[in-house]
């Protein structure tokens, strides 16, 4: 499985945009890159996936390079409420036996 | 529809004891996750069941630790002669494996204190 290596932690501050790089160098041709959010006390949730160039749905968008080696999430005017860890996976989205490794995450703080 | 849940939401153990865990996925889903998250750490990968097939163990951190799946839908992470450093929030997840987006949808997990 491709290893993936994000910041341990960003601050920010509410109304600013917000962008976490994560680098999978080892990333497979069939790998898919997806993000995850975990607030605390509560199990991860699914933010965004792509597999190249850029996706952008109502909460994020997801920049993807031509060489895929890395990949940024961009959250616009960020709130309080997106204090959280966000998690950079990869792997293979299609059936199988393979699963996807969450690494440590990057915390990010929001201040007022 | 209803999420992933788990039970219990907390359980306290003495050293020594077996626990279980359980999960209820999403009606359909065929694949289901189990991870383990200390405080303050990342997810960490114990189990994977998909289909009929034989389940990814990999994850595993000793022979003390089990999981089941029942008729493809509920189930159940066994912990014998729990230790102290078993001590996490236990999650599991759900996932419908289509060619679209392979999205995991996980429970409020079950955090587990071992004396």
């Known amino acids: 499985l491709a290893k993936t290596t994000q910041p341990i932690s960003m601050d920010s501050y509410e109304g600013q945009e917000v962008n976490i790089t994560c680098s999978h160098n080892?990333?497979?041709?069939?790998?898919?890159i997806t993000w995850y959010q975990q607030f605390p006390s509560q199990g991860p949730r699914f933010i965004i996936q792509?597999?190249?160039t850029k996706v952008t749905n109502e909460v994020a968008s997801l920049f993807i390079p031509a060489d895929r080696k890395s990949s940024t999430l961009s959250l616009p005017r960020v709130s309080l409420s997106d204090t959280a860890v966000y998690y950079c996976?990869?792997?293979?989205?299609?059936?199988?036996?393979?699963?996807?490794?969450f690494g440590s995450g990057t915390r990010l703080q929001v201040q007022p | 529809g209803a999420g992933v849940s788990q039970s219990p939401s907390n359980k306290v153990t003495e050293k020594g004891k077996d626990v279980e865990l359980r999960c209820d996925p999403i009606?359909?889903?065929?694949?289901l996750y189990w991870y383990r998250q200390s405080l303050g750490q990342g997810l960490e990968f114990l189990i994977y069941?998909?289909?009929?097939?034989?389940?990814?163990k990999s994850g595993l951190p000793s022979d003390r630790f089990s999981a089941e799946r029942t008729g493809g839908s509920v189930s159940t992470l066994t912990i014998q002669r729990t230790q102290q450093e078993d001590s996490a929030v236990y999650l599991c997840?759900?996932?419908?494996?289509?060619?679209?987006?392979?999205?995991?949808?996980f429970g409020p997990g079950t955090r587990l204190t071992v004396l």
């Open positions: 996976l990869v792997g293979w989205k299609g059936t199988g036996r393979r699963a996807l490794t």
């Open positions: 080892n990333i497979a041709t069939n790998d898919y």
């Open positions: 792509g597999y190249k």
């Open positions: 009606s359909g889903h065929t694949a």
């Open positions: 069941f998909q289909g009929n097939s034989a389940p990814d």
């Open positions: 997840a759900s996932s419908l494996l289509t060619s679209g987006t392979v999205e995991q949808f």
